[in-house]
């Protein structure tokens, strides 16, 4: 339908304040406040993350730091503590934690194992370091003759700092009875000098961990339970440990790196293939489907009266009719009438969603042109993957300062026992940590959509310049020139809508955190209320982020600020519901499906290369790698297809918008997809003409060209040949 006198007024007044997708000149920058208060925020991160670099030492936790701030296996004669004489000590032959309290370090159910000795918190229980996990359990650990024993054997002392040298060099003899204290009820906690129990230890993230009995055969029972599945999985032989297996795994990786190779170069090719046939594959998917379900539509409602039928025949010649059977048939009957209803409007939908789906079909082929003629851009979702693993890779090595930026507290530990009283030194939270994490945790949201975002917008930036002009061969460079357009004009518009959606998630994150805490809460309302909220947040951000890729879209074509661009292209969707529905929910299962097919084909190729290969133990675990390779290639690439047709959808529906076909308004867009176009027969004749004219048009600017060229060659300029000589005038 072609627009009203108003309507081409308006769309008049749109194309020429349109800057377009190929004019540089007139876009300017978008959203710069927003990338002002976005480069305040990382530079607040710098901030933070010095801070945490000075106040903060990752070492805390990763070998941990016994009761008087000392980490282990480190010099730490930096940090002394006047406070605290235990401090400052050099730990470099003393790697590993041990705690006094087994209750911080064993599972609950199998507490029942150790004396209940009224266990204290971690603040109140003793930590030490050693050279060595205890090498094996000491029970009646109050008689002094058990630590002397260990400590003659292995040359370590488990207990308390300098306390049983100080009391060997004290001449002490330790008799068999001898406790640490005559009160022995006051050495029945973990205050020390000695821990009341001492459990076999291995170290585990260079922690002592007790590992009894129970506990063993509770891991042994997951461990072998886990093997089971991976024996199943990959058709190995179920009498193999851990170690053969990964031994055998190893083996079979190494004698068929060349056919992985392969299989993942094939998988790269295959998914080239599938993206270039996919329309044609979508279409006879599509369109299969829907005439079995047309066909089905007409079969069904006639088998449901046909069931009637004969059953009402057959009561109709029954002697004895009973009640339960006028029920049947009527109930057949219902279900007929139930069967023709929902046919008959099936049916009605499927021939109404003909040319749409059609247009869809239409957009698949077109994308896969593109992306044909843009090879390089299946690749920038490699790039884009490595820049997330370096932006989450940094903000997890600034988080483990922060953790442990905090400031030393020194507590006293009263205790009867000799050597008395005693200072000890922890690292708490400063009153600003707290504050700092949700700082930190937003910065790691909004960074991550920010480089999502600019991806988006960078190759809707390149598939709009392929749309928009008609000789498509005369574009030089469009990825680039999609990344240049961002990086000058429309980096504020990234961060205005990855800030939305980061708000978002911060949100949820919040509300899972609330959830925890109230999970033993016997307030069924407040549980049921925050899984509400939990389930129409993630609905609110699954919306907002179809929208954003839009108004990336939209943006990337007219150069228009974000809130411009969601307006506009908010109108465009809703003039085109129905397509949109189509596209994204067809579309979506098309694409799944093509990314099946890479998977499948590539593990058919394995399965073929190496179900013969002799020198292979289990030929599944190099078909898995090369298979778990494959679903990583076919998201990447697929992933940049998807974005091609939502941007040609959306440059589609605007041509179709401010266009009509008509001389001097003709249409950007293939003749393929002129198809779906009211007075696509006239359109094309109109493109046609155009073209020509376009042709002519240059080459009569070349030949002018060459002309000016050749006459410069002639002809050369006077002015440059005429000497002042000439003119000089000469006396008699």
Request: aromatic letters at 14%.
């Amino acid at each position: 339908m072609r627009p009203t006198y108003e309507e081409s007024a308006v769309l008049e007044k749109e194309k020429q304040d349109d800057v377009g997708p190929l004019k540089d000149n007139g876009r300017s920058c978008t959203d710069a406040i927003c990338l002002l208060i976005y480069a305040a925020f990382i530079a607040g991160m710098g901030i933070l993350a010095v801070y945490a670099l000075i106040w903060g030492n990752p070492y805390r936790i990763i070998n941990g730091y016994d009761s008087w701030g000392n980490i282990c296996g480190k010099d730490n004669a930096g940090s002394k503590n006047e406070n605290v004489s235990k401090s400052g000590r050099d730990m470099t032959d003393l790697p590993y934690l041990m705690y006094f309290d087994p209750f911080l370090m064993i599972p609950a159910g199998y507490a029942s194992e150790i004396i209940d000795t009224g266990s204290e918190n971690k603040e109140m229980g003793l930590m030490i370091c050693v050279k060595e996990c205890p090498k094996s359990t000491i029970a009646m650990a109050t008689r002094m003759n058990k630590y002397k024993e260990y400590y003659d054997n292995n040359n370590q002392s488990l207990c308390e700092y300098d306390f049983l040298e100080d009391q060997i060099a004290n001449g002490e003899t330790f008799p068999i009875h001898s406790s640490i204290s005559d009160d022995s009820n006051n050495i029945q906690n973990a205050r020390g000098p000695c821990p009341s129990f001492v459990f076999q230890s291995d170290p585990v993230m260079n922690r002592c961990i007790p590992l009894t009995d129970l506990a063993v055969a509770g891991a042994s029972a997951q461990i072998n339970d886990t093997l089971s599945l991976l024996h199943d999985f990959f058709g190995t032989n179920s009498s193999l440990d851990v170690s053969q297996l990964v031994e055998y795994a190893i083996s079979d990786v190494s004698n068929s790196y060349w056919e992985i190779i392969i299989m993942c170069a094939a998988s790269m090719v295959i998914s080239f293939i599938i993206i270039l046939v996919l329309g044609y594959l979508a279409q006879i998917m599509i369109y299969t489907i829907g005439i079995v379900c047309f066909v089905a539509c007409f079969v069904a409602p006639i088998y449901f009266w046909y069931t009637w039928y004969k059953a009402k025949v057959a009561y109709d010649d029954l002697v004895e009719q009973h009640a339960s059977d006028k029920e049947n048939v009527t109930t057949l009957m219902y279900y007929a009438i139930i069967a023709t209803v929902v046919c008959a409007i099936v049916a009605l939908i499927i021939l109404f969603l003909r040319s749409r789906v059609g247009l869809m079909i239409a957009l698949f082929k077109e994308a896969g042109k593109m992306v044909i003629t843009m090879f390089p851009i299946l690749f920038t979702p490699i790039l884009l993957a490595f820049c997330i693993i370096a932006w989450y890779a940094l903000w997890v090595f600034v988080s483990a300062f922060i953790y442990t930026a905090g400031e030393e507290s020194v507590y006293q530990l009263n205790r009867t026992t000799d050597p008395g009283n005693l200072n000890t030194m922890l690292y708490e939270d400063r009153e600003y940590t707290e504050y700092a994490w949700l700082y930190h945790l937003f910065g790691l949201y909004w960074g991550t959509e920010f480089l999502l975002a600019f991806h988006e917008m960078a190759l809707a930036g390149a598939f709009v310049q392929l749309y928009w002009t008609r000789d498509r061969s005369s574009i030089k460079s469009p990825v680039l020139r999609g990344v240049w357009w961002v990086v000058r004009y429309h980096l504020g518009t990234v961060a205005f809508g990855a800030c939305i959606i980061a708000i978002i998630q911060m949100i949820r994150t919040i509300l899972s955190y609330i959830q925890k805490k109230c999970k033993d809460s016997n307030n069924q309302f407040i549980k049921y209320l925050l899984m509400s909220l939990q389930c129409l947040m993630w609905c609110f951000e699954k919306v907002l982020k179809f929208i954003n890729r839009n108004v990336y879209i939209y943006t990337a074509f007219k150069g228009c600020n974000f809130c411009a661009s969601a307006k506009r292209v908010w109108g465009l969707l809703m003039d085109n519901l129905v397509r949109v529905a189509i596209i994204n929910r067809v579309g979506s299962f098309v694409l799944f499906m093509g990314k099946f097919l890479v998977v499948i084909i590539t593990v058919m190729l394995g399965y073929v290369m190496m179900e013969r290969d002799e020198s292979l133990n289990y030929w599944a675990i190099p078909v898995f790698i090369a298979g778990v390779f494959s679903v990583a290639v076919a998201y990447c690439f697929f992933s940049v297809y998807e974005i091609g047709i939502d941007t040609i959808f959306i440059c589609f529906a605007e041509d179709s918008r401010i266009n009509d076909g008509s001389p001097g308004r003709e249409y950007f867009m293939s003749e393929n997809l002129m198809n779906w176009v009211e007075n696509s027969s006239e359109a094309k004749r109109n493109l046609h003409k155009a073209k020509k004219q376009e042709k002519r048009a240059k080459k009569e600017a070349d030949k002018a060209t060459k002309a000016g060229k050749r006459n410069e060659g002639l002809y050369p300029n006077l002015e440059d040949t005429i000497s002042e000589e000439m003119f000089t005038v000469i006396p008699q």
